[in-house]
């Protein structure tokens, strides 16, 4: 529960300095903004409109300092040798063998090594095979004494030569490459290759104080850089450029800023700047159920806002807002994170990107118009399908958002129109780029995108296919945990993407051994030979074995976390209840027969592990005949026991979302197992259509009787 609550506080630090940042930068871009610059004679850009001379003799400010920062960048690294580095790796790998000669000099008749050194909390962490451990096992003595003399030989060849930070693999081959020429075996050149791997750290550190200095004495070496009286500055015509625009102000050839023009209006924009952080500080952190986003989502929002306030740093003097992909910002967000937060956010960027454009009502109106409809329609995007309807509509919003803007304000213009095309052309590329830049952020941040957790579930992926072949029963099982999940997640408002593509994978760890869970049995149970307590290690180890495969395979972590967590600490109750007949209550312990995994710590997750838990039971009862109002009752008793056993206590759901999930479950099982027409027999059909017969040949006969009448 520390531990847990420790990475909480982590993450609200890490929370709390992304968006202090991106305060400071809001701050920075506002002040350096048009306020200052759209509101002086003299600016960046503009045509000087007289000549401006040195009043008299003055150091090259920008010059000298640019000279001298030049020569300081031509420093190299200096570094120090760190003696204490080596010595901690000498005693870590001494102590190393130490700890095995230990386990070795108390080992049992028939014990394994291997396991009792799995077993023991070494010091160095380094993970060692089982052949690697029997070749060691069988040295000598002597012979273990004079391989551990090899690594440390390796391991001090190395540090002669000296290890930076950026040069460790590079220590680490050549301490490789020393240990390989020995004359040891295979495994045991492995063995100590992964103890050096594991031991070695850098031994050479940056000497900062030696580097300053060097930099100090060759920024000294740089004479200063005058200006003379009288010497051009600017001349009449001529651009202002930011260097001139430098010198003018050194020099004071051009005042302070105004304090009724620039210094209000920008105090006023930093206030509500300050209001809309303080608005976004109660959403995150004070909201109903201090809505925290998760890491790599908060660096993904941190990442987009900083890119596209920048941007329209970048852009603010271009003669047309509508050749900025305003809408780009809330696309994203809804991509990466979700659609309401990106409305939320959209907000906020706009406000910021008003103040950033001196406070135009125009900009405002239509960056708030162009980032709602992004949001919405990109997850339209999510079907290959409808990219490009949805990249062709934002090109008709943000073309008639700015034409609706235009006629509201100025009236209609030919350079209103050509104002819309750009913004028309703006939204299609828009599209383009939010689509396009996905991989991007999968790759950099994990994001868990919709596109990429929609082509986890495509059947044709090598881990569903060996699912539905090696173990049809659980593949089958794992289709109707996904539809439960997802049916769930959607009525809640969770990730139906994220829950569906967990359910399909988290019951993969059963591939290793299928005919040992019910689902692929068929007239043979092997736990029917078997002792409990071996039935519930084999049951509890699928979410572990599934977790590695995953990993092998490739599978983003969160669902990795799915598989890690849909089975929490459960307590597996057939084999614990199994064992309290077989031994006695006083022979069990029922930490035995429970998971050793994580609990789910996000709402998804949790879905899975309801699912999984209802659908098993449910399918079970049917099967013996019991109907689904009886079912209903189970579902209602296995929700509560997984929130009385503590199994959702940090999922995020909310108890009124229980009953919410519990209906959902129920539908589907009604569409699923619904009462069907009974088909008649043949010898039913027969029988009817004889009886027709009969019934036509009366009508007929009464018939005749009318006619002769």
């Given amino acids: 529960m520390a531990r847990r609550t420790g990475v909480s506080n982590n993450r609200k630090s890490r929370q709390w300095l992304l968006l202090t940042i991106a305060f400071v930068l809001t701050v920075f871009c506002i002040g350096t903004g048009s306020y200052v610059h759209q509101r002086q004679t003299v600016q960046i850009g503009s045509v000087a409109e007289k000549r401006y001379v040195a009043p008299a003799d003055a150091v090259d400010e920008i010059a000298t300092n640019r000279l001298r920062d030049a020569a300081a960048d031509s420093v190299g690294p ?117 103890i050096l791997t594991a031991a070695l750290e850098p031994n050479l550190l940056p000497d900062e ?10 920024r000294a070496e740089v004479a200063e850089i005058m200006i003379r009286k009288n010497q051009k500055i600017v001349d009449e015509g001529e651009i202002i450029t ?71 740093r970048l852009m603010a003097n271009i003669p047309y807002f509508t050749l900025i992909p305003l809408g780009l910002f809330a696309m994203l967000v809804s991509l990466l994170i979700g659609r309401r937060m990106a409305l939320v956010m959209n907000c906020l960027f706009c406000m910021v990107g008003c103040f950033i454009f001196d406070g135009d009502e125009q900009f405002l109106m239509y960056a708030l118009l162009v980032g709602i409809w992004g949001a919405l329609l990109i997850r339209k995007t999510e079907q290959r399908r409808y990219m490009m309807p949805a990249a062709l509509a934002m090109g008709a919003v943000q073309f008639f958002a700015m034409l609706g803007v235009g006629l509201f ?38 994001a868990n995108t919709p596109l990429r957790l929609l082509e986890l579930t495509n059947p044709n992926n090598e881990l569903l296919r060996r699912l539905m072949i090696e173990a049809p029963g659980t593949y089958h099982h794992s289709l109707i945990v996904a539809n439960l999940a997802e049916t769930a997640a959607y009525e809640i408002g969770a990730n139906t993407a994220l829950a569906r593509a967990g359910a399909y994978y988290h019951d993969i760890g059963k591939l290793k051994n299928p005919q040992f869970f ?27 074995i599934g977790v590695e495969m995953g990993q092998a395979y490739g599978l983003p972590t969160v669902i990795l976390d799915v598989i ?34 994580m609990i789910p710590a996000f709402r998804e997750s949790a879905v899975v592990m309801l699912a999984d838990t209802v659908e098993a039971a ?54 699923m197992y619904h009462e069907r027409v009974t088909y008649p027999k043949q010898e039913e059909i027969d029988a009817a259509a004889q009886k027709k017969g009969e019934y036509l040949e009366r009508d007929e006969e009464i018939d005749s009787d009318d006619m002769d009448r």
């Avoid at 819309?420 to 996905?438: C, N, P, Q, R, T």
């Avoid at 049917?622 to 009752?633: N, P």
């Avoid at 296995?638 to 129920?666: N, P, T, V, Y």
Wanted: a negative charge; proline letters at 2%.
């Fill in 78 to 194: 200096i570094y120090k040798t760190d003696g204490v580095a080596e010595e901690n790796s000498r005693i870590q790998v001494n102590e190393t063998f130490q700890e095995l000669d230990a386990i070795l000099s108390s080992l049992q008749a028939g014990e394994s090594f291997y396991s009792r050194v799995q077993e023991a909390p070494m010091k160095l962490a380094v993970v060692l095979s089982a052949k690697q451990l029997l070749a060691y096992q069988e040295l000598s003595v002597a012979n273990r004494k004079l391989f551990a003399e090899d690594c440390i030989a390796a391991m001090e060849q190395a540090y002669q030569e000296g290890i930076t930070a950026d040069g460790l693999e590079r220590g680490r081959e050549q301490a490789r490459q020393v240990f390989l020429a020995t004359a040891w075996s295979t495994p045991l050149k492995e063995m100590g290759n992964a």
């Fill in 209 to 218: 104080e030696a580097m300053e200095a060097a930099r100090e004495a060759k």
């Fill in 242 to 312: 930011p260097e001139i625009y430098e010198k003018l102000l050194s020099l004071k050839l051009i005042g302070g800023m105004d304090y009724q023009a620039n210094v209000l209006p920008l105090m006023g924009s930093l206030l509500m700047v300050v209001l809309l952080f303080a608005a976004i500080f109660l959403f995150f952190f004070r909201g109903k159920g201090k809505r925290t986003l998760g890491r790599n989502e908060s660096r993904m929002l941190f990442t987009v806002y900083v890119i596209m306030v920048i941007l329209l």
């Fill in 409 to 446: 304000f100025d009236g209609y213009s030919v350079g209103l129109l050509i104002k819309s095309a750009f913004g028309a052309l703006m939204g299609v590329i828009s599209v383009i780029i939010a689509v396009g830049s996905l991989p991007f952020w999968e790759a950099a941040f994990e």
């Fill in 518 to 544: 019910s689902e692929n049995q068929t007239d043979y149970n092997p736990h029917d030979e078997l002792e409990p307590e071996t039935s519930a290690k084999i049951i509890t180890q699928h979410p572990r």
């Fill in 564 to 597: 890690r967590q849909h089975h929490g600490t459960s307590l597996v109750k057939f084999f614990y209840f199994k064992a309290l007949q077989t031994y006695g209550a006083e022979n069990v312990t029922e930490s035995d027969y429970r998971y050793d995994g």
């Fill in 618 to 671: 449910v399918r079970a009862m049917l099967g013996k005949g019991e109907t689904l109002e009886a079912a209903e009752e189970m579902i209602r008793s296995l929700m509560k026991d997984k929130l009385d056993d503590g199994q959702l206590d940090h999922s995020g759901l909310g108890i009124h979302e229980l009953e919410i999930i519990r209906r959902a479950f129920l539908e589907v099982f009604q569409g």
